[in-house]
C-alpha cells in the first residue's frame, strides 16, 4: 500500500485547509484510514480516525472517499498551535495479522 498526501502550506490563522491522502496499491484490506501531526520537537498524535464515512471532531472533519481511495481532513478555524506535519495513516489487514502504512507527510504552517 502507498499513501500520497498533499494539500498542506502556508495559511493565516482562521484560515481553513483541506489535506488529500491517495491510496495505492492492495486497497482492499485498508481498514481505518486516519490523520496524524508532529510538530516540532513533539511526539506524533492522532488527530482524526475513521473505518468508513466522516467524522468531525471539533475543528477538524475527516472523510473517506472509498470510490477515489482517497481520505480527505477539512481543517477549520487554525491555530498557529496546529502547525505541524500531518501524516496520512491506514491499517492492512489480510484476516490475520494488521499492518501500519504510513504517508510521506504534508507541512502545515498557520501564522498568527
Known amino acids: 500500500v502507498q499513501l500520497q498526501a498533499s494539500g498542506g502550506g502556508l495559511v493565516q490563522a482562521g484560515g481553513s485547509l483541506r489535506l488529500s491522502c491517495v491510496a495505492s496499491?492492495?486497497?482492499?484490506?485498508?481498514?481505518?484510514m486516519a490523520w496524524y501531526r508532529q510538530a516540532p520537537g513533539k511526539q506524533r498524535d492522532l488527530v482524526a480516525a475513521v473505518i468508513t464515512g466522516r467524522s468531525t471532531q471539533g475543528r477538524f472533519t475527516i472523510s473517506r472517499d472509498d470510490a477515489e481511495n482517497t481520505v480527505y481532513l477539512q481543517m477549520n478555524s487554525l491555530k498557529p498551535e496546529d502547525t505541524a506535519v500531518y501524516y496520512c495513516?491506514?491499517?492492512?489487514?489480510?484476516?490475520?495479522?494488521?499492518?501500519?502504512?504510513w504517508g510521506q507527510g504534508t507541512l502545515v504552517t498557520v501564522s498568527s
Open positions: 496499491g492492495s486497497i482492499s484490506g485498508i481498514t481505518r
Open positions: 495513516h491506514c491499517l492492512w489487514s489480510d484476516g490475520r495479522k494488521k499492518y501500519d502504512y
